[in-house]
């Protein structure tokens, strides 16, 4: 058994990974991968997978500390039972892995047999069968946020010395990514705490839509999952839905609550929110995808809407998604001119609108991902009035 910790690279091994290349590669090909990978999990994944190739080992995995700091979490894992090691969890009292996460030192074990430390429950739960493991903490900022571990050389080898400055650059630098990512998430979640609460308080200028703003984002959702949008639309369509009225905030709130017919002027006054609120987003870097959409969430499918007066596949499809979304909670939440209508007939009333004001496209979209939703709406077909929202 070989069992050492090391806490640093030596001048010596440094030359020795220029000799091989391998190290090296690795790390450039890390590095340049972090600007690249949309996605933090698929980032952990692909250094899993570069880490367990270059090391010619038999799996390879990243576990991250949990919220109470007393147990490890595979957030990446690669090899032959990567996919069932997502579900467990490692308490840092126990194990190898435990060991390193609270002492923040690097350690080879070559035959875990004869290590006392080492805790079979992971390959109980799994049948996979560690012989040998290196371990290495993730660091960022003197925090350990958790560590990266290789097991089982391919062809039955020790790990050694060179493994380590192999794999300690490594995990300083996914530390580093996972780091910047949770402040990044810092500062998003942030960020939408302040939409919502702007959300709502555009909702409150009438008291017939409160929760509005809301409802249309979960139900364009349901739209886009039922397309299978990918995760950065979707996460584009969650913020124009939320925000899609947020154009209103320069309407007096009495052209809102109006029950009586509106004027010229003051239909025209209406009529300017999605514009205002597309200007007003598109001043925040993050918020521009989403201002296109808001733009155009009242353009009609038939090109009778406004601001632009723009039809079918000119229209974006997130706004088409948004126009559905947000026809359907008006039309089944009580207004100022109306009670509440009955699912399955404004259900019907979307349908009927099809390919007129609504693209059919976005209406079965919308339908489908609601009946998944709830699958507890029968959807009678009913006679149809033609349908207006401002």
């Not at 194990?95 to 690097?106: H, L, T």
């Not at 979707?234 to 905030?249: N, P, Q, R, S, V």
């Not at 998944?372 to 006679?383: D, G, R």
């Amino acid at each position: 058994m070989i069992r050492a910790t090391l806490p640093g690279l030596t001048p010596k091994s440094t030359t020795n990974i220029r000799d091989t290349g391998s190290g090296l590669d690795l790390i450039y090909e890390v590095s340049k991968r972090i600007g690249s990978v949309p996605r933090m999990t698929q980032l952990l994944e692909q250094i899993v997978e570069m880490t367990q190739s270059t090391l010619k080992a038999s799996a390879a995995s990243i576990l991250l500390f949990g919220d109470n700091g007393q147990e490890l979490y595979f957030e990446a894992a690669s090899g032959p039972v990567g996919k069932a090691l997502r579900h467990v969890k490692v308490n840092t009292q126990h194990g190898i892995a435990g060991q390193v996460a609270n002492s923040g030192k690097p350690l080879i074990v070559n035959d875990v047999s004869k290590d006392p430390n080492f805790h079979g429950k992971i390959d109980d739960t799994t049948g996979f069968v560690t012989k040998s493991i290196i371990c290495v903490p993730l660091v960022a900022n003197q925090k350990i946020l958790g560590v990266i571990e290789v097991l089982n050389k391919l062809d039955g080898s020790d790990f050694n010395d060179q493994d380590i400055h192999v794999i300690v650059p490594v995990a300083t630098t996914a530390a580093m990514a996972i780091d910047n990512t949770r402040l990044q998430q810092t500062i998003l979640d942030a960020y939408k705490s302040t939409i919502i609460a702007l959300a709502a308080t555009i909702d409150a200028k009438d008291p017939y839509t409160m929760g509005h703003s809301q409802r249309v984002m979960e139900f364009t959702l349901l739209a886009g999952s039922s397309l299978r949008l990918p995760a950065e639309e979707m996460e584009t369509l969650e913020y124009a839905g939320i925000l899609h009225d947020i154009g209103k905030i320069a309407v007096d709130a009495q052209i809102l609550n109006k029950t009586d017919r509106l004027t010229a002027s003051e239909w025209n006054t209406i009529r300017r929110h999605p514009i205002i609120g597309a200007k007003l987003l598109k001043k925040i870097p993050f918020l521009e995808k989403a201002s296109n959409l808001v733009q155009y969430h009242h353009e009609r499918y038939d090109g009778e809407g406004y601001p632009d007066g723009l039809r079918g596949e000119e229209i974006p499809m997130g706004a088409r998604l948004i126009a559905v979304a947000d026809a359907f909670d008006s039309m089944t939440t009580d207004r100022a001119y109306r009670p509440a209508l009955e699912i399955d007939y404004a259900i019907n009333e979307l349908r009927s609108c099809a390919g007129r004001q609504f693209c059919p496209v976005a209406v079965e979209a919308f339908i489908n991902g609601f009946r998944a939703s709830t699958k507890k709406y029968a959807l009678a077909l009913t006679p149809a009035k033609s349908l207006q929202v401002v």
